[in-house]
């Protein structure tokens, strides 16, 4: 397919889709999640599409579509795509088809719930494939409204409290990132290219042809961090964390898989694609903070996982300590103070692309875990962990791929979650011996806190909660979601040449230009200091 | 070209169980009747000894190829003096290449890193993988017999108890059980073919996942998953410093690779062993300024940086990489501190102690620690040293006391590979490894006599409540005997010794010229000494406890039997490898097919490289003692022995009134050395009071942050509707008002009649006039 309608045919697809549910009855349930899921498969097709057309070799942008949008304003509507954002696409693609197959435990006001859900789906699309600043932005903000009312409407008890936390966090991020759009048009010129989020790159590290004013490296170290601590809220990373245990307790099954599988990695592409790039600077200046809050998390999510009752606020808070590898892999960046350049650049590349992998590998897992807890979640209708128990005697093939699905949350090597964290500790050392030295630790939580939750739920003697007459076995419905997450698990876990393959040439780019950029900057605060 | 068919042979070895784990799981879940088929156990044998025969057959092309160089050393003279020229081996395997290294597939690329999965087949590995192959064959079959009381749809378990007081009633998993078994020996077998440490690691991890799988077998019952989970975790604190270990190795070698791979007598990719240099003395290469090692090319010439200087690693980080490795051996390996899952993973069926708890998987510590042994500096060794040493005498202590059967063949095991640990840490590589290979086959024996003693006396374990079944269930016990008498290293005329007095002998000969070049290390010697003595005596306290006296309990007594031939069969044959594969000693082929490839610098003595330093003793000082360790060590062991026959084998004693005599000793050793009630003080409780402050924080801190936030915004607005309400209402409407009245007030002079209004604009004219005229005259 010509890459310009490709492209745009992922994006607005599912808008379609949003669109035809909007002139069907609603009570026409059977059709509305036919249609929906229709939407959602054939969009997963695309984007396979896309990766059958994607060029391994090419380090920048590919299929970059430019067309004019708002005239007065410089904006465009710039979309393309390279190794950084494709599997991202995919994922978000995969996780939104098996969320839609997960949504059949919905069972009120169906036609809303569909329509907001394929609206959610090309808002995830649109900001892992826009280019243009003010695009970028649209799109994350138009992801915010259907995912407050998918929680607002279809959620548990407290599920206004939780939209409405989920929402102004999200929203706070948003106000972050607009002032730092504002400070990279305006000190960019004003020009065509203001909002060009490739260009603005190229400014930052010296080498855009059209762009030739940018921010200053102080002025880049605090749009660094506004961009942090938006991205930060959405990835999420402690302290900025506290809306992701309510939202995911009171959010239906595929809306928890959609936030854990896709929406947490917003914030990790955000840092990546926006924050690093377009300020290197501030990014150096950060580098530690990121390693450390990264650190943090980590072990703070696995303590407050242990301490959980709630099994799925135990799935959430074991988000919080997975996305922690992400942020360290990405800060993992050390330059000598003599030589101004990158100590061991090829461990900075190996801890971005440990990153990236823990982004899919979590995608993959916790979408999987909280589908697991949904699961049972809908036979037994209480997700208190000392009221499980026995259900490897109750429902053991359902057992079995939970238990699959856990061992890949738990790191265990041959499934997807052990490469990413395994590449980005190992690549922590160079950066940080003691920084290191306490992500290696998380280890230990890890496995104690999902073991620990495996036991009070799969093993025991019997079952110990209410509804016990209700528990039955796995259908084929939920065997499929289950099965395909496990497979994918499997496959990524054996094989993870096949994401690395698909990021090698863009992330080592990527490494190249930050240092190209801390050069520039570093030359510009040489300037000023002789000036004086 | 024979890497390649060695790669070949072992990898079909290796993958064959991971197809037969996929077969069983699936078949068996699928099948129409698979509580009543053995179709699982047969494919689970069948793949395991296909598995043998390749290895087996590996072991022969691999020794045509270099023409049986490594067992020809022998006949140049005896063991020691073969050795004594330090050349010897390298000549050979530069005639005769031995080690084989390669890449199976990439994981990743990084620049110029490369994580991969390699092989690395060495006599070492092909020793391993017949090793592993023959006793889990062995144990597969055994398993048939021992598990076929699952072969049921109602199951009856009376370890678990439901909430109303009954037993938990299951459908049989036989079919389960075998392919965990095939998952552990692909996982096992990888970990042997592994070529490079951070394979290992997967291996290592993969291994603990099915250790955890076979432990927590009957899920019903709470101290199963809490067995499981205990040594999961165990093992993840050990592998905590694995990670270290491996993070820095990473950062300074860039490699994981074991071997250097060589393609056309050409050096591709170096590996870790040929990049730290020993020197003339056996020690490390090092800075002569900084005192950094350096990292060398593989002929010993220094590696430079891109900046031309040295490329060298902190002395005290080559340090931290080899206890950091070690770490996730003692977890592996159940050595002291980190023992304590071992004996509770007896909660497994019995042939999962046998082979994954004994013979195998808690092995691997100890082939790990001997495979990067290369890369151990003296102090590493030392406390490798000191840990085996402390373990091996801590669990001895404990399995003195034990009436668990399992239990006393778990301190046992956990003894045993301390003892292994010890002979590697001082020095004595070859004799660690040999007692490894010989002990995986007396304690697999043996376990598997516990397992059809346990099986003949309906899930009895307890031996008080056992004695006399000698005649009930002979090959057992004499099975059993053998591997008594294999572990304590018994001695007997015409070289028909049994296996474990080579290796044992082997260990402590290492010792002793170990003590003798470091003085001020001698218990490293008296320690082992005495705890031969500790093993002879508990293990033949429990075959006489298990098998001769009277019948303690004559309900057990009555009904015991022996095992079908399923089950003693593969006791007969464990029974003769346990006592004859080490036939010859130290010149028998066993011996040396497993020092065929070892590291070069064990030949000769290694002097301190600083006063105070450790020296190490060569092949030649060892041999110079060995007689005499052989001799302090048989001593030991029969006095050990003869005491447990005057205890437990006749009637002259009370033991009781000993046990009460010496009670606070007794509790002391039957409660472990409150290890577990230490750690779960010192460790578990305080994790979830940290636990529960974390989430507890969440709570009170940031969401009552967001909250007073939330308020005051609710505050703010309302205070801002009561002055948008008052203020700001209040001044429009006051203006409003205003207007108002102005209005009102002019609507007086709106009267309507039009003379008024003339005269008003006459009036009005007049005076505009009269001020124009008056300001702008003229």
Redesign the interface.
């Known amino acids: 397919m010509n890459p310009d309608v490709l492209l745009s045919a992922i994006i607005f697809l599912p808008a379609l889709g949003a669109l035809i549910l909007a002139f069907l009855d609603s009570r026409a349930v059977a059709q509305i999640r036919a249609i929906a899921l229709g939407f959602t498969v054939v969009t997963f097709v695309l984007t396979l599409l896309l990766w059958g057309q994607f060029k391994y070799d090419v380090p920048g942008m590919q299929m970059v579509v430019e067309k004019d949008w708002i005239g007065t304003w410089n904006v465009f509507y710039r979309l393309g795509v390279d190794g950084i954002s494709l599997p991202l696409v995919i994922l978000t693609s995969m996780v939104s088809m098996l969320a839609a197959v997960a949504s059949w435990s919905i069972n009120k006001q169906h036609k809303g719930y569909f329509i907001l859900f394929l609206l959610l789906e090309t808002g995830m699309l649109g900001v892992f494939l826009s280019l243009d600043f003010f695009l970028f932005f649209v799109f994350w903000e138009v992801m915010l409204l259907p995912m407050y009312f998918l929680i607002g409407v279809w959620g548990g008890p407290r599920r206004e409290y939780a939209a409405i936390?989920f929402f102004?966090y999200t929203l706070v991020g948003g106000v972050l990132m607009l002032i730092a759009m504002l400070m990279f048009y305006f000190n960019s010129g004003a020009t065509t290219d203001s909002f060009n989020l490739i260009e603005l790159a190229k400014a930052a590290s010296g080498t855009s042809e059209t762009l030739t004013k940018t921010l200053s490296p102080n002025l880049q170290i605090t749009a660094f961090v506004l961009l942090f601590i938006g991205f930060a809220i959405k990835l999420p990373a402690f302290?900025f964390?506290?809306w992701l245990?309510d939202a995911h307790v009171e959010a239906p099954t595929p809306i928890s898989m959609i936030l854990a599988g896709v929406l947490l990695k917003l914030g990790g592409y955000g840092i990546i694609r926006v924050a690093f790039p377009l300020c290197p600077y501030g990014a150096y200046y950060a580098a530690y903070a990121l390693v450390a809050i990264g650190v943090f998390s980590i072990i703070?999510g696995a303590?407050?996982?242990?301490?959980?009752t709630d099994f799925k606020r135990l799935v959430a808070y074991s988000s919080v300590s997975h996305m922690g590898y992400v942020l360290i892999g990405l800060g993992v960046w050390k330059i000598g103070e003599a030589t101004g350049k990158t100590i061991?650049?090829?461990?900075w590349?190996?801890g971005i692309?440990g990153a990236m992998f823990q982004m899919i590998a979590h995608g993959v897992s916790s979408a999987g875990m909280f589908f697991m807890v949904g699961v049972i979640y809908d036979r037994v209708h209480h997700r208190d962990l000392n009221q499980f128990g026995?259900l490897?005697?109750r429902m053991?093939?359902y057992s079995g791929l939970a238990a699959g699905l856990f061992?890949a949350g738990l790191g265990?090597?041959?499934l997807c979650g052990?490469?990413g964290e395994?590449?980005v500790?190992?690549s922590?050392?160079?950066y940080s011996?003691t920084l290191?030295?306490v992500a290696?630790?998380g280890?230990?939580?890890t496995?104690?806190y999902i073991?620990?939750a495996m036991?009070r739920v799969?093993?025991?003697?019997?079952y110990?909660g209410p509804h016990s007459e209700d528990i039955t076995p796995i259908n084929g419905r939920e065997l499929t979601v289950a099965g395909v997450l496990l497979a994918f698990a499997i496959i990524l876990g054996v094989f993870?040449?096949i994401l690395?393959d698909m990021m090698?040439s863009s992330t080592?780019a990527l490494v190249d230009s930050m240092q190209l950029g801390y050069e520039k900057a570093a030359a510009t605060l040489n300037e000023l200091q002789a000036m004086r | 070209m024979v890497g390649e068919t060695l790669k070949f042979w072992l990898m079909i070895a290796w993958l064959l169980p991971l197809a037969g784990f996929v077969v069983e799981i699936f078949f068996g879940?699928y099948s129409k009747n698979p509580r009543h088929s053995k179709a699982a156990a047969w494919c689970a044998v069948g793949c395991i000894g296909i598995g043998f025969l390749c290895s087996a057959n590996a072991l022969r092309i691999w020794g045509n190829a270099n023409e049986w160089c490594v067992l020809e050393a022998a006949e140049h003279g005896d063991p020691g003096d073969t050795q004594a020229d330090a050349g010897h081996h390298e000549t050979d395997s530069a005639e005769h290449q031995t080690a084989y290294s390669g890449v199976i597939?990439?994981?990743?690329?990084?620049?110029?890193?490369e994580?991969t999965l390699d092989y690395y087949i060495d006599s070492l590995t092909l020793v391993m993988f017949t090793m592993v192959t023959l006793i889990a064959t062995c144990i597969h079959v055994f398993a048939i017999g021992y598990m076929s009381d699952e072969l049921t749809d109602e199951y009856v378990d009376h370890s678990?108890?439901?909430?109303d007081g009954g037993h938990?009633h299951?459908p049989g998993r036989f079919y389960r059980f075998f392919a965990f078994m095939s998952l552990f020996c692909f996982a096992m077998l990888g970990l042997v073919l592994a070529g490079n440490i951070f394979q290992v690691?997967?291996?290592w991890?993969?291994v603990g996942?099915c250790s955890?799988l076979l432990i927590?077998f009957y899920?019903?019952?709470?101290t199963?998953?809490?067995a499981?989970?205990k040594a999961?975790?165990m093992n993840?604190?050990g592998?905590?410093g694995f990670?270290?270990g491996?993070?820095?190795l990473?950062?300074f070698f860039g490699t994981f690779r074991f071997g250097d791979t060589v393609v056309d007598e050409q050096v591709v990719d170096q590996g870790l062993f040929s990049m730290v240099h020993r020197d003339g003395t056996g020690n490390v290469a090092r800075d002569e300024v900084t005192g950094d090692v350096l990292i060398t090319d593989t002929h010993g010439h220094v590696l430079t940086n891109e900046d031309g200087s040295n490329r060298q690693i902190p002395y005290y980080l080559l340090v931290v990489i080899g206890l950091g490795i070690f770490a996730g051996c003692v977890g592996k390996s159940a050595q002291f501190p980190l023992q304590t899952w071992l004996p509770d993973a007896m909660e497994g069926p019995t042939p999962v102690s046998a082979l994954v708890h004994s013979a195998t998987m808690v092995a691997a510590g100890v082939y790990l620690a001997g495979r990067f042994f290369p890369m151990f500096v003296q102090e590493v060794l030392l406390t490798i040293a000191y840990t085996g040493c402390i373990t091996l005498f801590l669990a001895a202590t404990i399995a003195m006391v034990a009436t668990d059967i399992k239990k006393v063949l778990a301190y046992s095991t956990i003894s045993q590979l301390g003892y292994m640990m010890l002979g590697i840490g001082v020095f004595g590589w070859a004799a660690g490894l040999f007692h490894l290979i010989t002990h995986a086959f007396f304690k697999s024996l043996m376990f598997l006599c516990s397992g059809s003693v346990i099986y003949g006396c309906h899930h009895e374990q307890e031996m008080p409540k056992m004695g006399g079944l000698l005649w009930k269930m002979p090959i057992t016990a004499f099975t059993m005997l053998v591997g008594v008498c294999a572990i304590s290293g018994f001695w007997l005329p015409f070289g028909l010794h049994f296996s474990g007095f080579h290796s044992k002998d082997a260990i402590v000969a290492s010792a002793l010229a170990f003590i003798h070049a470091n003085p001020a290390h001698f218990m490293l010697f008296l320690i082992p000494l005495l705890t031969a003595g500790i093993t002879a005596f508990y293990m033949f306290r429990m075959w006489f406890y298990t098998f001769v006296g009277k019948p303690r309990d004559q309900h057990v007594h009555d009904h015991a039997h022996e095992s079908p031939w399923v089950m003693t069969v593969p006791l007969l044959i464990l029974a003769a490898f346990a006592w004859f594969c080490a036939y010859g000693g130290e010149s028998g082929h066993l011996y040396l097919m497993l020092t065929g490839d070892e590291p070069s610098h064990l030949a000769a003595d290694v002097t301190a490289a600083t006063a105070g330093g450790i020296n190490l003793p060569g092949h030649a000082a060892i041999h110079a003692v060995h007689d005499d360790a052989g001799r302090w060590a048989l001593i030991a062991a029969l006095s050990g022995a003869l005491i447990a026959y005057v205890l437990y084998g006749t009637n002259v004693v009370n033991v009781e009134e000993i046990k009460r005599q010496l009670g606070g000793v007794h509790g002391f050793l039957a409660n472990k050395w409150y290890f577990d009630d230490l750690y779960d003080a010192l460790f578990m409780k305080p994790?979830?009071k940290?636990?529960?402050?974390?989430?507890?924080f969440?709570g009170a801190v940031?969401?009552r942050i967001?909250h007073g936030a939330?308020k005051s915004m609710i505050v703010v607005s309302k205070w801002d509707r009561v002055f948008d309400e008052t203020v700001v209402d209040g001044f429009v409407n006051l203006i409003a008002s205003a207007t108002q009245s102005v209005g009102a007030s002019l609507r007086v002079v709106q009267t309507g009649r039009l003379r008024q209004y003339v005269m008003f604009i006459v009036l009005g004219v007049v005076a505009l006039f009269a001020v124009m005229f008056t300001t702008f005259p003229g």
Request: proline letters at 6%; a negative charge; aromatic letters at 18%.
């Open positions: 936390k102004l302290p964390h506290t245990p703070y303590f407050a996982a242990l301490a959980q061991n650049p090829d461990m590349l190996m692309n026995g490897m005697g053991p093939l061992f265990l090597p041959g052990f490469i395994i590449f500790v190992l922590a050392w160079n011996p290191a030295i290696a630790s280890v230990i939580l496995a104690g073991l620990w036991q799969y093993m025991g003697s019997e110990k993870p040449g690395f090698q080592s | 879940f597939y990439t994981l990743g690329v990084f620049g110029s890193l994580v678990a108890h439901t909430s938990v299951r690691f997967i291996f991890e993969l996942i955890f927590g899920t019903e019952r709470k199963a998953s809490d499981a989970n999961f975790i993840r604190i592998d905590f990670l270290i491996l993070m820095v990473w950062t994790a979830h940290v636990a529960a402050f974390c989430a507890w969440d940031f969401d967001l939330a």
